[in-house]
């Protein structure tokens, strides 16, 4: 989200609203469940029900790590990528990034009285969305570079972590890292064990995204691809300093996942989850791909245990995805039917 | 070397010029010991010699991997950084890169014939390095544009793969790939064995380093950083590709390197080997941080068997390093001192 929000500032608005959804929880578990789960060697899907789609996933594993296999893939070449905002966890009502944007500047506050009659913090501080997303995409951008830039990678990271743990989802009341998918947490594990390399492909910020994925789903920062800030290499004091300038340098959403891909992997994947438009061309480069190819869209269809949106939502858009995905082969998960478990907080 | 040539333009001349430099080859055998090496999980330092500087090596390995010592450091945290050109492979007469950017201007002369009258393709078909050279940075790009745009990196990744099958030094009439150092290919298998992953972060074009470091280092793509060109999503007949476009994106040399490892590995390293002032940067920031850290600097000093150069020279210039090494703690490597083997491809 440094920032996947070209095409969604016109959501601003209704992120930052923070409608009361209705999300009905029966969890008390911590999320130290899905913590376990990430670190199994003998992963299994067993928050995925029984099914065409379930056996969609198990299949294309078994016959790609089969060597007597036509399909078979070697071990090198096992990449598995996954957008991370509505395909590893919640991403309702608001991005989860936006909502540790607002945070951070009602934290900081305090330290900028000038804010109280600059825009875009006067409004956002008022409260004002609409008036927030009516200034376009500099607003944003001002609020990305004075909550991200100015630290060091390391310090973003702890700030993340230290709000990861305080903060509250507005409607659920769950830490935001307990509302990791726990199947998904499974299907990461589950590919691992089986020779899969997994990476996250986010609209993200990639610093934000790597302060909590190797706790939340077992993956280190190095196979986080996100959008980027501009770093800058300083001498601070006599000591070498790498600090974010919180300028934007790359949008990684829609077409700039699989140019992410072939920047920082320099592999086409094998395998591609998503859950949005935001997704299509990383799914449609990767099953473009000779060979035995997966892609697998995540479809919000259980309003009564997490959100019902698709074609008609301001975050996590899914039209083209679901016109397209038949013709393309693509497996698309239904999650009221498919999933037996949403979040990773569980009974 | 897409490119770290900010600085180096002016080495083209000597670059091209390929200056018979006299090297003593004794080896017969092929570079499948390296690859052995590099696959090897009871990887020792065999290459080295008994002293200060393996010993210096060998302790800090220790120290951070003894669950015991006040130095250790969680698998976690293990990475480990390294130069390429003249750290992991030879560099003189001239960067690798640069001797394949010439040998395709030339098999691409056939389709170009506007190259014989336009530069600066005309100079470098007659041989005038020197004319190349003078035309600056903007004829360096050209000369990337024109023989490495236009292709998938799958497609670039296949090209680079078969020069190097047949291009040989020109004085030591060995393949490219059998100029790795023994040593350094040791060094990465000692380090992956005790849990640290080892990262390419080179001044180098980030597509060709992968097209031979997994072969050559046992290192996956998505563990190389390196210069990048810019890559275009592209919908060619209906399939999703994505093109290198041969425009510079980031040049990974100097500061840089820490900016690319912040970006990339989102960790600072616990390791840095390098051999030139374009490493200064890393080794200053990999050795600021907190706990255990090493910096190692590779020292050309074997006229005999390789090439003696540092603070005067135009490929891998060694100055500052020297100079700061002692108060900074660097571990700096004499190869005519230290090293048993210099290449690959050994007796």
């Not at 509302?179 to 934000?208: C, H």
Request: aromatic residues 8%.
């Amino acid at each position: 989200m440094i920032m996947g929000f070209r095409l969604r500032i016109v959501a601003a608005a209704s992120l930052l609203c923070a409608a009361a959804i209705p999300v009905l929880m029966t969890g008390c578990a911590t999320a130290r469940d899905s913590r376990a789960v990430a670190r199994s060697s003998s992963a299994r899907l067993d928050s995925w029900r029984e099914g065409a789609t379930r056996t969609a996933i198990e299949s294309f594993v078994a016959r790609t790590t089969d060597p007597s296999s036509p399909d078979f893939v070697p071990e090198a070449e096992r990449i598995a990528v996954f957008d991370n905002d509505g395909a590893l966890w919640a991403e309702q009502p608001m991005y989860v990034q936006l909502a540790f944007i607002v945070d951070r500047v009602k934290a900081l506050r305090a330290a900028h009285p000038e804010w109280e009659s600059t825009e875009p913090f006067a409004s956002l501080l008022k409260g004002d969305a609409k008036a927030v997303a009516a200034q376009g995409q500099h607003a944003l951008v001002a609020l990305v570079a004075a909550t991200h830039g100015g630290m060091t990678d390391e310090e973003f990271r702890a700030t993340v972590r230290a709000w990861l743990a305080t903060a509250r989802h507005p409607t659920t009341g769950l830490r935001y890292d307990e509302m990791v998918y726990r199947p998904m947490v499974e299907v990461l594990a589950y590919l691992r064990a089986r020779g899969y390399r997994t990476f996250i492909v986010s609209g993200g910020g990639v610093d934000f995204v790597r302060a909590f994925a190797s706790e939340a789903y077992g993956i280190p920062g190095d196979q986080v691809i996100g959008s980027t800030a501009k770093y800058r290499y300083e001498v601070r004091d006599g000591v070498a300093t790498v600090v974010k300038t919180g300028e934007i340098d790359f949008v990684d959403d829609g077409a700039g996942k699989p140019v992410g891909i072939a920047s920082r992997i320099g592999m086409r994947p094998r395998i591609a989850f998503g859950n949005s438009d935001g997704d299509f061309e990383m799914l449609a480069w990767t099953t473009a791909g000779q060979g035995a190819r997966l892609g697998v869209l995540i479809h919000h269809t259980d309003a009564a245990r997490e959100w019902a949106y698709d074609r008609s939502s301001h975050i996590g858009k899914l039209s083209r995805g679901l016109d397209e995905a038949p013709a393309r082969g693509w497996v698309v998960v239904d999650m009221a039917r498919d999933w037996a478990e949403i979040f990773a907080k569980v009974q």
